[in-house]
């Protein structure tokens, strides 16, 4: 049976829980850091910045929160550095779908994504908008897999290589067995006016990168990758419903680790605490405009998902040869 999202949120008792926790356990005793493997900018910098914003309001203002990003190696810089930290919950790291893609990706991380880290929460996620330019005679996702049967492939942009629009990608084509050609760029902001420019036929994107030229005509939204229908445009139909292929899910998110072994209690106290600033409606908005929606789970599930994450993307690897770019 599925939970219903509110009920994963945070409860009157479960809001005085990081005082309480922070008082009685010492916790923080010193500055934190949110650790981001990527640059500053984009969705994971801004939830790491909302965290260190929120987080000494929490924890009684005694000691600051600060964001250090680390970028580089598919974030393997930024997640190794924190792998390498003391087990107290002072270094947290907001990591994403990377996280997941990385451990079948790459044979010698310089951690171990499943006993390095301690899960605290999901914090965000999207689905990706499978769009086409305006000009394209292709009409919906059907029409995108016939005209890839009939030329015997299309050319599919991507953010890079095994970045989530890629996998969605061979994802797609591992399923509907039809040849679809990835093109990588070195980020969505170069593959964009690729696309725009109808040099290349498709490209899996994020919300908040794709839905403006939607809306304003330059791109036509063919299917969303998400298990449901997106809110902010709920005419577009998943990939599972538009192609018949049940269980087809690539989604982008943001989540939260520190170290593992750190203590229980401080595990509670954190998981609490970022239950609470999701729960905030100014941050659900902030987010919200963006096309993400805040997703926060217990730790368990979390750590399930991400498990799940990994098998299916490391079973996608394997079978679609990728190699790291």
Do not use: C
């Not at 991507?158 to 067995?177: D, F, K, T, V, Y």
């Amino acid at each position: 049976m599925n939970t219903p999202r509110r009920a994963l949120l945070a409860t009157p008792a479960l809001l005085l829980a990081p005082r309480l926790a922070a008082a009685q356990g010492g916790f923080p005793s010193r500055q934190m850091a949110v650790v981001v493997g990527v640059a500053p900018g984009g969705t994971a910098d801004m939830a790491a910045r909302i965290l260190a914003q929120e987080f000494p309001r929490r924890f009684g203002d005694r000691y600051p929160v600060v964001v250090e990003n680390r970028p580089g190696a598919a974030t393997q810089i930024g997640t190794a550095y924190v792998a390498r930290q003391p087990a107290d919950g002072h270094t947290l790291l907001v990591a994403g779908a990377p996280f997941a893609i990385n451990p079948g990706l790459f044979p010698n991380l310089p951690y171990d994504s499943a006993r390095d880290f301690a899960p605290i929460t999901l914090l965000v996620r999207n689905g990706l908008f499978l769009v086409v330019p305006a000009s394209s005679p292709v009409r919906d996702l059907n029409g995108l897999l016939a005209l890839a049967r009939a030329r015997n492939g299309v050319n599919v942009a991507s953010a890079g290589n095994a970045s989530m629009s890629h996998m969605a990608i061979e994802l797609l084509a591992s399923r509907s067995g039809v040849t679809l050609t990835h093109v990588p760029f070195r980020g969505s902001g170069l593959a964009m006016p690729a696309l725009l420019g109808a040099q290349v036929d498709a490209m899996f994107e994020n919300p908040s990168t794709a839905l403006p030229h939607v809306r304003e005509g330059r791109l036509r939204a063919l299917a969303f990758t998400g298990a449901e229908r997106s809110p902010a445009m709920p005419d577009v139909p998943t990939v599972a419903e538009a192609a018949g292929l049940p269980g087809y899910l690539a989604l982008n998110f943001f989540g939260l680790w520190t170290r593992a072994g750190t203590p229980e209690p401080v595990l509670e106290t954190l998981h609490a605490a970022t239950v609470e600033v999701l729960a905030k409606p100014e941050v659900i908005a902030r987010f919200t405009a963006d096309g993400v929606e805040t997703a926060p789970m217990p730790r368990a599930a979390f750590g399930e998902f991400v498990s799940e994450q990994m098998r299916v993307w490391a079973a996608v690897v394997r079978e679609r040869n990728i190699q790291p770019g």
